[in-house]
């Protein structure tokens, strides 16, 4: 919507700020998509190094944001602005590459969307609190985006970066211990004979 915006009132400012949010969002995508196009879904080697990569754009930004007292000028607005678009767009390859049906982690329609249309299609499945679980964490993650905005909002970016490297971290130390465990992926018989 800002991009047609920006193109009807040809605003050059605007139209600059879409076309790195836009570019920005699909650089993201393609980044992401690249290395995970032949993975299983889940969480492999690759799936955490492309969140890592997540982790420091968002890093980036962060210190950006903190770098400018949470005040960029017009040219720093729009290098933040691409990371946190790329970012996102990786967000949205890394959640579908996850294998979760109907998952989406930057919009709100969209899951909302989801969770009506699954309960018209098969009402024998609503007890399947999925969609509902998703939606209500983009609103409380909404909630706490304006929180942290308004109480601190120099520091706010920081935040996102942090629950990246924990989702990061917890995942790397969940699969060291399934890989750890010895009946993992192998037979009990596995090297007899």
Excluded at 23 to 28: H, S
Excluded at 32 to 45: E, I
Excluded at 97 to 108: D, I, K, Q, W
């Amino acid at each position: 919507m800002h991009f047609g915006h920006a193109i009807a009132t040809a605003d050059a400012r605007s139209l600059a700020g879409a076309v790195v949010a836009v570019g920005g969002y699909a650089l993201g995508v393609a980044g992401a998509t690249l290395p995970l196009r032949r993975t299983p879904p889940g969480w492999n080697r690759r799936t955490a190094v492309v969140t890592a990569v997540e982790a420091v754009l968002l890093l980036g930004f962060a210190a950006g944001w903190l770098g400018c007292a949470a005040r960029p000028g017009y040219a720093v607005g729009l290098v933040l602005l691409g990371a946190a678009a790329a970012a996102s767009g990786m967000q949205s390859v890394i959640t579908i590459g996850a294998g979760v049906r109907g998952a989406s982690t930057t919009y709100l329609t969209g899951s909302l969307t989801e969770l009506v249309r699954r309960r018209i299609l098969d009402p024998h499945r609503f007890a399947d609190l999925g969609g509902l679980g998703r939606l209500v964490g983009l609103i409380g993650g909404a909630v706490l985006g304006t929180v942290g905005l308004r109480l601190a909002p120099t520091w706010a970016p920081a935040l996102a970066a942090a629950l990246v490297i924990a989702v990061v971290a917890v995942a790397v130390t969940l699969t060291r211990r399934a890989v750890g465990d010895p009946t993992h992926g192998r037979s009990r018989h596995h090297g007899d004979g």
